[in-house]
């Protein structure tokens, strides 16, 4: 075959195929200009916009506003008509305790379980993350060797699916695992990681790290080059340390974007569930029974269906997760007035 014969059967595909793009855009522009004469160019905006917004309400705005509703209803019945009123009941249940130090004593003390377990994990787990992405952050700024490729590798497994890695972690630190397998030939015993419910915690917010540090790391590398080179070299030359300019220079004008990096790890940290409910399935016991697996174990996995209590239990984090957008956004005006 020439590369003449090659070419003819192009050629006679290449006209008609630019007459109809011709078409389309002299079409296009038609309609879009007949539509900016009616509404305005202004309304061309919204008009573009328009689409999103629909999705928007559809599938956020609207089961938003449903779940709210449903936290102040009783009754297993699926639909809105079926379901009675039931005032503040589901909020009261989930908070009714004897004594508030008795997990035992509580009506719903799953709830209170999951609540404990979850300010536990994020205290924990956000602290870790922005040490560790801070770490990763100022090492990737460096003129190291491979720098480009390191960039690029820390990433990958913000790339993975969440359940995916919770499987693949599961299967690495199970009994028979591939790390007790290494373990025992080191001559060492087989270690419980998902039977101790302490190296189950441990494990948990690991993976999470592991897997999510990557993103908080990109933020704090864009910071970092934001920092101008001009008041590291002018700091050098007054005699600084590297410590002093990382105290006096790096941290003050990466504070903005470390902000944001904080809040962003909050509320994914408050919202944890499926990397863990793939890993841990929220044993051993309760140990890693966070607030999501409650919501999901009552509204969708229980022997009975308690929409109104997991959507009771949803709006109560909903407005955790306002607070701390609330708390973000009052240091921010207060770093601005600065």
């Known amino acids: 075959m020439t590369l ?9 595909v290449r006209k008609p195929l630019n007459s109809l793009i011709d078409f389309l855009l002299t079409g296009s522009e038609f309609l879009f200009a007949g539509l900016q004469r009616v509404i305005g160019v202004r309304g061309m905006g919204y008009f573009f916009v328009l689409p999103n917004l629909l999705v928007f309400g559809i599938f956020i705005l609207s089961p938003m506003l449903l779940n709210f509703v449903y936290a102040f209803t ?6 809105l008509s079926d379901r009675p009123y039931v005032g503040f009941d589901n909020l009261e249940r989930l908070f009714t305790c004897e004594d508030y130090f008795k997990v035992n004593s509580c009506r719903e003390d799953l709830f209170i379980r999951s609540i404990r377990n979850t300010a536990l994990f994020v205290v924990t787990q956000v602290f870790f993350m922005i040490v560790v992405s801070l770490i990763t952050a100022l090492a990737l700024n460096r003129k190291i060797v491979w720098r480009g490729f390191f960039r690029s ?6 790339l993975l699916s969440p359940i995916v890695v919770g499987l693949m972690w599961r299967w690495i630190l199970q009994e028979n695992g591939i790390l007790n397998s290494f373990i025992v030939t080191l001559g060492g015993s087989k270690v419980g990681f998902l039977s101790s419910a302490s190296w189950t915690r441990f494990w948990v917010v690991v993976i999470s790290i592991w897997s999510l540090m990557g993103f908080y790391t990109l933020i704090l590398l864009a910071g970092l080059q934001a920092i101008p080179d001009e008041l590291y070299e002018a700091s050098s030359m007054d005699g600084a340390s590297n410590w002093r300019k990382f105290w006096s220079i790096t941290l003050p004008l990466l504070r903005p974007t470390m902000l944001v990096v904080v809040v962003l790890a909050l509320i994914r940290a408050v919202q944890v569930f499926d990397i863990v409910f793939a890993f841990s399935g929220g044993g051993p016991g309760t140990s890693t029974f966070y607030i999501v697996q409650y919501i999901f174990r009552n509204g969708f996995a229980g022997d009975t269906k308690e929409l109104g209590l997991a959507a009771a239990a949803s709006l109560v984090m909903a407005i955790t997760l306002v607070g701390f957008t ?3 956004l009052r240091v921010r005006g207060a770093d601005d007035a600065l």
């Open 74 to 79: 009783g009754s297993d019945n699926l639909f």
């Open 4 to 12: 003449k014969t090659i070419k003819s059967p192009l050629n006679a």
């Open 326 to 328: 609330l708390i973000q």
């Open 153 to 158: 590798v820390y990433f990958y497994p913000v």
